[in-house]
């Protein structure tokens, strides 16, 4: 097998890897598995996937630093996608069918409960990313230009962190278990790009 096909490959297992949440969420509904609030078991859970795919999206780059496996890095794109897969279902999910298109009910909501307004601007932040995810968009906006957008994403893994803290207010576990591991996600990143500042900053002083 050459490397392109072991790279279809790869992408074909993540493509069926992040759709089991999706099948669990539908099996447990049809077998009357989901609760005794059934839409907010649903909410939960995407919203849970969500975050878990945005920062499963942030592991490629600095695990690809740490150990130079370049087969990571093509699975970003991927799996970024299916965070906002799943954040397309979480949203859909409170408008369709928590509250049911009332468009005047769901503005209140945004205004009063600041835990839904943070999370309305996660998706915001998403949604350019997921946008301009494809090739052509790159050439379109030059590479580094979206490079720099594509930094949105670490802000909008914040927004969604503080989405879920404010969402659970008892207790945090869970939510300062993924904010642990964003930080330690921005930690790696950050000093990697330190590190490759230091040559040009030595060399500048030389």
């Not at 996660?122 to 995810?133: E, G």
């Not at 052509?136 to 930094?151: F, I, M, S």
């Amino acid at each position: 097998m050459d490397a392109r096909a072991r790279r279809r490959l790869l992408k074909l297992a993540v493509v069926l890897a992040s759709l089991v949440p999706l099948a669990l969420v539908v099996l447990d509904g049809l077998r009357g598995r989901l609760g005794a609030n059934p839409i907010e078991a649903i909410l939960n859970r995407f919203g849970w996937w969500t975050l878990v795919f945005l920062l499963l999206a942030l592991v490629p780059t600095p695990l690809q630093e740490l150990t130079g496996w370049t087969w990571v890095a093509p699975l970003r794109r991927t799996i970024g996608l299916f965070a906002f897969f799943y954040a397309c279902l979480h949203l859909s999910t409170y408008v369709g069918v928590d509250q049911f298109f009332d468009w005047r009910a769901i503005l209140a909501d945004v205004a009063k409960r600041k835990f839904i307004t943070i999370g309305m601007l996660a998706f915001a932040l998403l949604a350019p990313l997921a946008l301009t995810s494809t090739n052509r968009a790159v050439r379109r906006l030059g590479y580094e230009r979206w490079k720099r957008l594509h930094r949105l994403v670490y802000a909008a893994a914040a927004c969604g962190v503080v989405h879920f803290v404010w969402r659970v207010k008892a207790d945090l576990r869970e939510p300062l278990a993924f904010a642990a591991v964003l930080a330690m996600l921005l930690a790696l990143r950050l000093a990697h790009r330190t590190r490759a500042r230091l040559p040009r900053a030595d060399a500048a002083a030389v």
